[in-house]
């Protein structure tokens, strides 16, 4: 019922003690590993390259203003933080949560630098996908998604000064329930063919590119909707389906590797979570053995062996 | 004056035992520090992991000798009162917290309003405003929040310091790091990183350097010092940044290595493409 | 913007805790605590006379005890007292404004206060937690006595503030030491006597009978005191053991969890907040309750909890002990 860690204090790194000044001039400029930057430090001294994300010149030199990777295509540096809230590109699968209705939109929280933008326009409407927008409608807007909903969507556009503008216009976008969300730095989600997973162990995962994850129950192909009746009591409902115990436990599992990925900085995808569920089962682990330190080293240890 | 003890004793050694020149022992961490492992990098165990605004983006935590801090960094995030949001740069809050059994001058308790809190807030703000990209984030804000643990002089280095290695891990852009260092005068001897006692007794400044221009971002006086004396203690202070400077850099480097790697784990060629190692060959 | 949860994530939560067998989001059992961090003592505050750390998931508290003398004047009671004070780094609530942050650090120190300050109810066979404490602090009865000054900060909230809060009060008073002092008295040389006894009896027209051992009802009139040890030797303040812990039960008709994380804060809002005291015999004392969040309760299903809580309470403090224990005798 009650357990404690090993650990007997702050997980320090050894204390550096500093000799101290000897009046010599030091050189500003420290040894950089290959490809790794920090913000103010030189990464070329040329202008003969582009400057991208993570850049900036400073008279003849090119320095890096966040901690990172070294990325060269061509004639174009730019440096990819190794951690920092999520940056939307058009065409992204995100998971993303209302916190404001406002009128003709709602505002969502994307887990980007500012709130994102779902208009009323983006949305589909209850009675087919051609029916137009009436102003009853706009009237009603929480009947379709109200402040806490989590939805499914795609970044369509940016505004101008760089918040996205959503869309849910396909059939698979849209409300989620069913299921418990987790959220992870978004860098560990790898851009796939497709963010939708059905996993081996009867579990559906959707892979916001934002750091968002939803983990469900199983939709069946046949049973998402169809063209014809877009029925808005069964897209816009808040009720859950009946599911049972397996995969109730099934979606713990999931979740409780989804963190340990998180935890080890190990990149996410559905290959990684099929192979992780198997290596639990297989060594017959208890739900909430996962929560253990051991058990989640235990983990990340069998998945690079295997990776190799 | 038997009991006093003397700042600089004549073989040149301080109250603490140090030499004039001498750093204190530093000790930084980056990132959450909960977990005893030494392969944890990102402790999402113990911020939650569900929708929670508040595990903050960046963390870190300095120890100059006694003096501790911890600064966190919450965003670039929405605004959170619309007024606060400007229309083509990011807002920059900064607070100031110092728990109640810190020690120092005092022990009583320093609320919300307490003037040394809001003016630490002012020269950590005023500070970082022209080294962060803030155009790249218009209308959000960054929330700097920095809690001062422990006390023994150096309460701004170490916070400046804190800070700068919060913003690093949050990845927020920035034109370069500050590193801030407190240094003063024992009759004609200049002392630096002065613990409490120390700065009751001699003028001191603090100042904060920018390492890649060398430029001065931060200077806090609140001595009298001699005008003919201030350039000698502030350049002196300024070649001593740039040994804080090494520290934060080789932890930084460290940390971004060991992320880089966790991820190579599960990915073996992120981080390392050709391109980039040629390109390193050529400059 | 607070974190709000969907009606189906709210649904998913309590659906699923009302299953059989009963299931939670990261999988632990329904009375199941997540893995607690302690630490003691010089890690935590060396300044301070005793503190502690603990850490539970996401929520994390440190508490600090700092003495100092006070006069007592003779209005006081005569021993020494408590005064606590709770405050909220804005990091733990970076979403809420400095008033709404305000609010709770009022409420968080109103519940330490009223608990650890109550001197209600105590008698000389089952003396309260404080009245033994309160011995402990004593230096000069009715003259001078400790004040201590107890103080937390709420790092961070990742649910069940109450709780953490407690154990973290309790971890920091448990490896308090108050130093051990010796009344002391200044007395003109003129006047034949000597400085440094107990129980000398100074009565100017008794002088002939400093020698005696006879001991008046006269309170000694020792006008000072030195400190037998060092700062941080001394003696644990009696009764630490009977320091009160508290249990939070989030609470839904048919079933209860222990230590929520906040998303099932919010999907279970009605909770009950029971703060407990056990004697050395075992016997359990109710140091407090309170009763959260929207909702309300057959009072049969609250006898139960009661009840409930008090096993979950004394286990809390068996472990929660043996862990200081191994950290500090």
């Known amino acids: 019922m009650f357990r404690f860690t090993s650990s007997t204090g702050k997980a320090r790194s050894n204390p550096v003690y500093v000799q101290g000044f000897d009046n010599k001039d030091m050189d500003w400029d420290a040894e950089t590993n290959a490809g790794i930057t920090a913000p103010g430090e030189t990464i070329v001294s040329s202008l003969e390259f582009m400057r991208g994300h993570g850049t900036f010149p400073d008279g003849d030199e090119v320095a890096a203003t966040v901690a990172g990777t070294l990325q060269r295509v061509n004639k174009l540096i730019s440096v990819k933080p190794i951690r920092s809230r999520y940056t939307p590109e058009i065409g992204d699968l995100v998971v993303a949560r209302i916190v404001e209705v406002q009128p003709r939109r709602w505002k969502v929280d994307a887990n980007g630098r500012q709130d994102a933008v779902l208009m009323l326009s983006s949305v589909n409407l209850p009675g087919g996908i051609q029916r137009r927008k009436l102003e009853s409608d706009e009237l009603q807007m929480r009947t379709f998604f109200e402040e806490g909903d989590l939805l499914v969507a795609e970044v369509q556009a940016f505004f101008a000064d760089g918040a996205m503008s959503l869309h849910t216009r396909s059939l698979r976008y849209g409300k989620l329930r069913n299921g418990q969300m987790i959220t992870v730095p978004p860098i560990l989600i790898k851009r796939l063919k497709s963010h939708f997973c059905a996993l081996t162990c009867g579990v559906d995962v959707i892979l916001g590119i934002n750091g968002y994850i939803w983990v469900s129950k199983h939709v069946k192909e046949n049973q998402q909707v ?20 397996t995969t109730r436990m099934a979606i713990v599992r999931v979740s409780n590797i989804i963190k340990i990925m998180a935890r080890y900085y190990y990149p996410i995808s559905d290959i990684v979570l099929n192979q992780a569920y198997d290596w639990i089962v297989e060594n017959d682990y208890e739900l909430k053995d996962l929560l253990n330190e051991d058990i989640g080293e235990a983990l990340i240890a069998a998945m690079s062996t295997t990776y190799q | 004056m038997g009991s006093r003890v003397e700042i600089l004793n004549p073989g040149g050694y301080r109250s603490d035992g140090r030499k004039q020149y001498e750093l204190r022992s530093m000790d930084i961490t980056l990132g959450s520090t909960s977990s005893s492992s030494s392969t944890v990098v990102h402790d999402l165990q113990n911020a939650m992991a569900h929708p929670h605004p508040t595990a903050p983006d960046g963390r870190a935590h300095i120890a100059h000798g006694l003096t501790e801090a911890t600064a966190q960094v919450f965003g670039p995030r929405e605004a959170q009162m619309r007024r606060d949001a400007i229309h083509d740069r990011a807002n920059i809050n900064v607070q100031v917290v110092m728990l109640p059994f810190s020690g120092g001058a005092s022990s009583r308790r320093r609320g919300r309003g307490d003037k040394r809190l809001l003016e630490l807030a002012a020269a950590i703000k005023s500070t970082f405003e022209p080294v962060i990209q803030t155009g790249l984030y218009p209308r959000s804000q960054i929330d700097i929040i920095v809690e001062i643990h422990q006390q023994d002089g150096g309460v701004l280095q170490a916070a400046i310091n804190a800070a700068t290695l919060a913003l690093v891990d949050a990845g927020v852009a920035l034109y370069d790091q500050v590193v801030a260092v407190s240094a003063g005068l024992h009759s004609t001897a200049v002392l630096l990183d002065l613990t409490h006692y120390e700065e009751n007794d001699c003028p001191h400044l603090t100042v904060g350097v920018m390492p890649r221009s060398g430029k001065v971002t931060l200077l806090n006086m609140e ?33 971004t290595e060991s992320l880089v790697s966790a991820m190579a784990q599960g990915e073996p060629t992120y981080g390392r493409t050709a391109a980039a190692d040629d390109m390193m060959d050529e400059i | 913007m607070a974190t709000i949860l969907s009606k ?7 659906t699923s805790l009302t299953s059989s067998p009963p299931l939670r989001q990261d999988g632990r059992a329904p009375h199941d605590y997540r893995i607690i961090s302690v630490i003691t ?5 060396p300044l301070a006379n005793g503190s502690a750390k603990i850490r539970v998931g996401g929520t994390e508290v440190v508490s600090a005890v700092r003495l100092e003398v006070e006069d007592l004047t003779s209005t006081d009671a005569h021993k020494g007292r408590i005064r606590c004070n709770v405050t909220c780094s804005p990091a733990a609530y970076p979403h809420l404004n400095g008033n709404q942050q305000d609010d709770i650090q009022s409420d968080l120190t109103s519940i330490l206060q009223a608990t650890f300050t109550s001197n209600d109810g105590s008698t000389s066979t089952t003396p309260t937690f404080l009245h033994q404490m309160s011995e402990t602090l004593t230096i000069l009865p009715g003259r001078k006595a400790w004040l201590l000054n107890l103080d937390a900060v709420v790092l961070s909230d990742g649910g069940n503030v109450y709780d953490v809060l407690f154990m973290a009060c309790r971890a920091a008073l448990w490896n308090t030491r108050v130093p051990k002092t010796r009344a002391v008295e200044y007395r003109d040389p003129t006047q034949k006597g000597v400085a440094g006894e107990k129980t000398i009896n100074n009565d100017v027209e008794m002088t002939d009978l400093w020698k005696s051992s006879v001991q008046t009802k006269k309170a000694t009139k020792a006008a000072d005191f030195e400190l037998e040890d060092y700062w941080d030797h001394g003696e644990p303040l009696a009764g630490r053991a009977r320091c009160p812990i508290a249990i939070t039960l989030n609470l839904l008709p048919t079933v209860h969890i222990l230590d929520a994380t906040r998303t099932e804060e919010q999907a279970v809002p009605l909770k009950l907040v029971i703060i407990y005291s056990f004697s050395q015999d075992g016997d359990a004392c109710f140091a407090g309750m309170r009763m959260l969040g929207p909702g309300d ?25 043996s862990q200081l224990k191994t950290q500090w005798s």
């Not at chain 1, 009746?229 to 816009?236: Q, T, W």
């Not at chain 2, 001595?223 to 932890?251: D, P, Q, W, Y």
């Not at chain 3, 003592?41 to 505050?45: I, Q, S």
């Open chain 2, 223 to 255: 001595s009298r010092l001699h005008v003919s004396r201030f350039e000698h203690v502030f350049s002196v202070a300024c070649e001593a940044a740039k040994i804080i400077k090494g520290e934060m850099g080789n932890t930084i480097g460290q940390r």
């Open chain 3, 41 to 45: 003592g010089d890690e935590v505050a």
């Open chain 3, 8 to 14: 189906a994530e709210k649904s998913y939560i309590v």
């Open chain 1, 226 to 245: 169809g063209e014809e009746g877009f029925d808005a009591e069964s897209v816009y409902s808040n009720k859950n389906d009946y599911i049972d115990a």
């Open chain 3, 297 to 321: 309760l057959p009072l049969e299903y609250l006898k139960g909890l009661l009840g409930e809580g008090e096993k979950y309470a004394k286990n809390l403090i068996l472990s929660l002990d």
